[in-house]
Nanobody, 123 residues
């Protein structure tokens, strides 16, 4: 199993930046692909970005392409989500999740989840 803890959320003005971190403990982190998801109030949880086990492959939701960058440092057991040019519609709770297979964008495909970190973007 793997345990995940997100951090780095906060309040930022539109156009600003935040970097989220997802720290993992438990089994070898490099055996898991990782995804970032978000859930806005009253809406379903949605895929944001994903990264493969070693970090060679990445995929993004259309809504964040060109603004968000996912990366990982397996030596530190951490995955990052750099969020630039933030918009009010990016406001949500952001979750990281781990799965054995890269490329999954469905919530149900991920077995392990963090507790989430709140991101609020003011206009």
């Amino acid at each position: 199993q793997v345990q995940l803890v997100e951090s780095g959320g906060g309040l930022v003005q539109a156009g600003g930046s935040l970097r989220l971190s997802c720290a993992a403990s438990g089994r070898t982190f490099s055996t898991y692909a990782v995804g970032w998801f978000r859930q806005a109030q009253g809406k379903e949880r949605e895929f944001v970005a994903g990264i493969s086990r070693i970090g060679y492959n990445k995929n993004y939701a259309d809504s964040v392409k060109g603004r968000f960058t996912i990366s990982r440092d397996n030596a530190k057991n951490t995955v990052y989500l750099q969020m630039d040019k933030l918009k009010p519609e990016d406001t949500a709770i952001y979750y990281c999740a781990a799965d054995s297979s890269y490329g999954e964008t469905l919530v149900a495909a991920y077995n392990y989840w963090g507790q989430g970190t709140q991101v609020t973007v003011s206009s």
